[in-house]
């Protein structure tokens, strides 16, 4: 059985410096690996996405996320945050067209 | 660009009574989701809907939970007596049948609260 396990459950950082949320995922044959965000009293968004090809994936607000298929993770970066990037980070994958499994998420706080 | 929708965006209801949580997909999309997530928790997977019946389903969806396509836009969750622990944020999802990628579409969520 799938599962995903974010280590963080909050993170906190200051405004323009770097950030990584760690996602690491369990799976017995190929996935599907996401990233999704949830903003204050909003839905899920999708972020980016791993599917096949290149293992770096990029968002178009500066997020990029690594797909290591040796250490089963799918950790989510950010050169330097902004206080619009406070949101809460689900990481999620899939098994073709299996339902989504999640993590717990991790709350990211930019601190002006 | 369009987008998932649910209504209402925060239902509150007494121990035992029936709510129906509502949906409209995005119009030419053929799978559809519901997930929950309790306050403070991760989300998690309730039910897929395809061709006009269930096509996986979890453990959390008894026999209190039904869905239904009620016609060509709606999709609805129905809770037939709710119970306290059922509080929580409901998500609608979609996506369109010909993506493998299942990249699925989320709605803002429906906030149910049980008294």
């Known amino acids: 059985a799938q599962s995903v396990t974010q280590l963080d459950s909050q993170v906190p950082v200051f405004e323009e410096a770097p950030v990584e949320l760690r996602c690491n995922y369990s799976s017995s044959v190929s996935v599907y690996l996401f990233w999704y965000v949830q903003y204050p009293n909003q839905g899920l968004q999708l972020l980016l996405k791993?599917?096949?090809?290149?293992?770096l994936v990029e968002s178009i607000n500066g997020f990029e996320a690594e797909f290591n298929k040796s250490q089963t993770s799918f950790h989510l970066r950010k050169p330097s945050v902004h206080i619009s990037d406070t949101a809460e980070y689900f990481c999620a994958v899939s098994e073709g067209n299996t339902p989504l499994v999640f993590g717990k998420g991790t709350r990211l706080s930019v601190i002006a | 660009e369009p987008e998932v929708t649910q209504t209402p965006s925060h239902q509150v209801t007494q121990m035992g009574q029936e709510v129906i949580l509502r949906c409209v997909p995005i119009s030419n999309h053929l799978y559809f989701y519901w997930y929950r997530q309790i306050l403070g928790q991760k989300v998690e997977f309730l039910v897929s809907f395809y061709n006009n019946e269930i096509s996986e389903k979890s453990e959390i969806f008894d026999d209190q939970f039904s869905v239904e396509r009620p016609d060509g836009s709606n999709f609805t969750l129905k809770i037939r007596s709710t119970k306290l622990e059922d509080s929580a944020m409901y998500f609608c999802?979609?996506?369109?049948?010909?993506?493998?990628?299942?990249?699925?579409?989320f709605g803002p969520g429906t906030r149910l609260t049980v008294l």
């Open positions: 999802a979609s996506r369109w049948a010909g993506l493998a990628n299942n990249e699925q579409f």
């Open positions: 791993y599917l096949s090809g290149s293992t």
